[in-house]
């Protein structure tokens, strides 16, 4: 409003000058704003919380405290998902970079740069660390939701040592050190440099695009998309990834450009909600449900490392999609040729993933939620593919989850498994794919009943009864039909670091592998979301083909029995079923 641009006015006036690396900097007095609490996900607020005065420029400012004399003579990556204020906030964020003393900041064409591609830029230019200007899938736009995350060095997002540490700083911040230095036009490719202060406009896509080209194999990928017999279509949501499918699918590869849906980048993604899910992605959805059809689907979130993979007619569940690219990573993809160092899987995510690395003699980690659970094994050269349900695939060719990369990784395989298919002949589909896995496996049902904005208290009471029932159970008790075989709040140890995450998840284990898990989302904005995640494995082939819902409907009884979901929520049915 007017009262803080005449604040604004004032702070200007009264800002002592410094000088940084031949920069005149600017010392701006500022005051803390409450409840800039940072996650391993960054800052995630309103947009309009951010377009407050000194609201971003406040938590950077903040972040550079944190990390201290350690940023001085660095260069630092930027980019964002595209979203409202996100070429506005890059202004803000490189005058404080070289106000700071960084001495380059790198930043995509337009403030563009998904969140695996910042990550392969930083390990690709060896960058100090970056900023993604991002709120994932969540909304854009003046009335939803805009972000800040940091990632550090080797590409991964900022451990929470330093997350703490930032949140500390945003607690005591008392002057913004703003560089003296007009706006940098975002919209060309080239270097801007103040005195010893340079700024890089960088294709977005580039050092991703390079990195993917030495995981797969662009030749086979390129003939496989010749073929007339198979099409596929990829749906941007109105995100990041449009830019980078039109590059990778469409020039490196040679799909047709009509292959890829929404791909132009909007402010606000066009008034959609940019999370590849059967409920999000309902113009996908309905495309491939089509009587004519694409052979393959896939869509990606607003910042590009979600994704979700469709076949005619058919959903890969994002736990059994892990388990497959990992059972064919090293006959179908080049960078994972020497096999695979090991896997992992978090906690809630369907043990399709166990029963390969069994098979491939691989190491095998269940980690808590959360993909930063990953980065150490990774770093300690133990893991080389790993997955969440919640649409969250990748690899250690970066230290993010990885759309584009599911996306590849099922196009390579799809292209091995046709390789000796004449044109115009029989072609292996994804479902094709899908049921070999099965028949070779057995099958691990998988579903995911999400309650939505639940009253907090009623989501703590209902899980404070689950832990009081656990406390309570003994190998051997009866849930129905189902035998317990352990309950417990999953705990894990690091096993590179040692450090301790607890309270991870409530979960049941019957003796004949079924879980039933119990989590309250760590990533919802208002009120509690209750997950409930419920698996049940066969191996009878009689059974592979039902229908997820209906083979689970016994154990789903159960687990709505035994947490009283509804008597504690009132809710009769979940807001949304994966
Ligand atoms: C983010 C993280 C994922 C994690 C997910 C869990 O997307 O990047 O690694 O799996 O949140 O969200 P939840 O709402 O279940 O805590
Ligand atoms: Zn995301």
Same mark, same amino acid.
């Given at each position: 409003?007017?009262?803080?641009?005449?604040?604004?006015?004032?702070?200007?006036?009264?800002?002592?000058?410094?000088?940084?690396?031949?920069?005149?900097?600017?010392?701006?007095?500022?005051?803390?704003?409450?409840?800039?609490?940072?996650?391993?996900?960054?800052?995630?607020?309103?947009?309009? +919380?951010?377009?407050?005065?000194?609201?971003?420029?406040?938590?950077?400012?903040?972040?550079?405290?944190?990390?201290?004399?350690?940023?001085?003579?660095?260069?630092?990556?930027?980019?964002? +998902?595209?979203?409202?204020?996100?070429?506005?906030?890059?202004?803000?964020?490189?005058?404080?970079?070289?106000?700071?003393?960084?001495?380059?900041?790198?930043?995509?064409?337009?403030?563009?740069?998904?969140?695996?591609?910042?990550?392969?830029?930083?390990?690709?230019?060896?960058?100090?660390?970056?900023?993604?200007?991002?709120?994932?899938?969540?909304?854009?736009?003046? !009335?939803?939701?805009?972000?800040?995350?940091?990632?550090?060095?080797?590409?991964?997002?900022?451990?929470?040592?330093?997350?703490?540490?930032?949140?500390?700083?945003?607690?005591?911040?008392?002057?913004?050190?703003?560089?003296?230095?007009?706006?940098?036009?975002?919209?060309?490719?080239?270097?801007?440099?103040?005195?010893?202060?340079?700024?890089?406009?960088?294709?977005?896509?580039?050092?991703?695009?390079?990195?993917?080209?030495?995981?797969?194999?662009?030749?086979?990928?390129?003939?496989?998309?010749?073929?007339?017999?198979?099409?596929?279509?990829?749906?941007?949501?109105?995100?990041?990834?449009?830019?980078?499918?039109?590059?990778?699918?469409?020039?490196?590869?040679?799909?047709?450009?009509?292959?890829?849906?929404?791909?132009?980048?909007?402010?606000?993604?066009?008034?959609?909600?940019?999370?590849?899910?059967?409920?999000?992605?309902?113009?996908?959805?309905?495309?491939?449900?089509?009587?004519?059809?694409?052979?393959?689907?896939?869509?990606?979130?607003?910042?590009?490392?979600?994704?979700?993979?469709?076949?005619?007619?058919?959903?890969?569940?994002?736990? !059994?999609?892990?388990?497959?690219?990992?059972?064919?990573?090293?006959?179908?993809?080049?960078?994972?040729?020497?096999?695979?160092?090991?896997?992992?899987r978090s906690m809630p995510t369907s043990g399709?993933?166990d029963?390969?690395?069994?098979?491939?003699?691989?190491?095998?980690f269940e980690t808590p939620t959360?993909?930063?659970f990953?980065?150490?094994?990774? !770093?300690?050269?133990?893991?080389?593919?790993?997955?969440?349900?919640?649409?969250?695939?990748?690899?250690?060719?970066?230290?993010?989850?990885?759309?584009?990369?599911?996306?590849?990784?099922?196009?390579?395989?799809?292209?091995?498994?046709?390789?000796?298919?004449?044109?115009?002949?029989?072609?292996?589909?994804?479902?094709?794919?899908?049921?070999?896995?099965?028949?070779?496996?057995?099958?691990?049902?998988?579903?995911?009943?999400?309650?939505?904005?639940?009253?907090?208290?009623?989501?703590?009471?209902m899980m404070d009864h689950l832990r009081a029932i656990i406390a309570a159970a003994k190998p051997g008790d009866?849930f129905?039909?189902f035998v317990l075989a352990t309950a417990d709040d999953f705990e894990y140890t690091d096993?590179?670091?040692?450090?301790k995450a607890s309270k991870q998840g409530l979960r049941f284990i019957f003796t004949d592998g079924s879980r039933i898990i119990f989590r309250l989302?760590?990533?919802?904005?208002?009120?509690?979301?209750?997950r409930l995640y419920i698996e049940?494995?066969?191996?009878?082939?009689?059974?592979?083909?039902?229908?997820?819902?209906?083979?689970?409907?016994?154990i789903?009884?159960v687990a709505?029995?035994v947490s009283?979901?509804?008597?504690?929520?009132?809710?009769?049915?979940?807001?949304?079923?994966?």
């Amino acid at each position: 409003g007017v009262g803080s641009s005449r604040r604004g006015k004032a702070a200007k006036a009264s800002a002592a000058m410094a000088t940084v690396a031949g920069l005149n900097v600017k010392q701006v007095p500022t005051k803390p704003y409450e409840g800039q609490k940072t996650g391993t996900s960054g800052l995630r607020k309103k947009t309009k +919380d951010f377009m407050q005065e000194n609201y971003l420029a406040n938590w950077i400012q903040s972040l550079f405290n944190a990390l201290g004399d350690e940023v001085k003579g660095q260069s630092l990556g930027l980019g964002g +998902d595209g979203r409202y204020f996100g070429k506005e906030a890059a202004q803000i964020i490189i005058k404080l970079a070289a106000g700071n003393g960084f001495k380059k900041v790198v930043v995509g064409q337009d403030a563009l740069m998904a969140t695996p591609a910042a990550s392969a830029m930083i390990r690709r230019r060896k960058l100090y660390g970056g900023l993604i200007m991002s709120a994932s899938h969540n909304p854009g736009g003046p !009335d939803n939701d805009f972000g800040i995350k940091f990632n550090y060095s080797g590409g991964e997002p900022a451990p929470e040592r330093i997350t703490d540490k930032i949140f500390g700083e945003t607690t005591k911040v008392a002057t913004l050190n703003m560089a003296d230095i007009p706006d940098i036009d975002l919209s060309k490719v080239g270097v801007t440099k103040f005195g010893d202060f340079e700024v890089e406009v960088v294709d977005p896509v580039a050092d991703y695009l390079a990195t993917l080209s030495e995981v797969f194999d662009f030749g086979l990928l390129r003939s496989f998309l010749a073929r007339k017999d198979f099409s596929l279509v990829f749906d941007a949501m109105h995100a990041v990834t449009g830019p980078y499918a039109k590059r990778i699918l469409v020039e490196e590869l040679g799909a047709p450009a009509s292959c890829v849906k929404d791909g132009v980048p909007s402010p606000d993604f066009n008034g959609g909600h940019p999370d590849p899910n059967l409920t999000y992605a309902e113009e996908l959805v309905k495309i491939m449900w089509a009587e004519q059809a694409p052979a393959f689907g896939a869509a990606s979130d607003g910042d590009g490392d979600r994704n979700m993979i469709l076949g005619h007619k058919f959903f890969v569940n994002p736990s !059994d999609s892990v388990a497959i690219i990992a059972a064919n990573a090293q006959a179908c993809i080049p960078y994972f040729k020497g096999g695979l160092k090991g896997v992992a899987r978090s906690m809630p995510t369907s043990g399709a993933l166990d029963r390969v690395a069994a098979d491939l003699q691989v190491p095998f980690f269940e980690t808590p939620t959360g993909w930063k659970f990953f980065g150490n094994l990774m !770093d300690a050269g133990k893991c080389s593919v790993c997955g969440e349900e919640s649409f969250g695939t990748g690899g250690d060719h970066i230290r993010e989850k990885d759309g584009i990369f599911a996306v590849l990784s099922w196009l390579s395989i799809l292209a091995f498994a046709n390789k000796d298919v004449p044109e115009g002949g029989r072609l292996t589909t994804v479902q094709d794919v899908a049921i070999a896995h099965w028949k070779k496996y057995g099958r691990n049902f998988f579903s995911r009943y999400d309650y939505e904005e639940c009253a907090d208290a009623d989501a703590n009471k209902m899980m404070d009864h689950l832990r009081a029932i656990i406390a309570a159970a003994k190998p051997g008790d009866k849930f129905g039909d189902f035998v317990l075989a352990t309950a417990d709040d999953f705990e894990y140890t690091d096993p590179i670091d040692g450090s301790k995450a607890s309270k991870q998840g409530l979960r049941f284990i019957f003796t004949d592998g079924s879980r039933i898990i119990f989590r309250l989302s760590g990533t919802g904005s208002s009120g509690s979301t209750i997950r409930l995640y419920i698996e049940q494995y066969t191996a009878d082939p009689s059974k592979l083909m039902l229908d997820a819902q209906e083979a689970l409907a016994p154990i789903v009884k159960v687990a709505l029995e035994v947490s009283k979901l509804q008597e504690f929520t009132s809710r009769t049915s979940p807001t949304v079923i994966t």
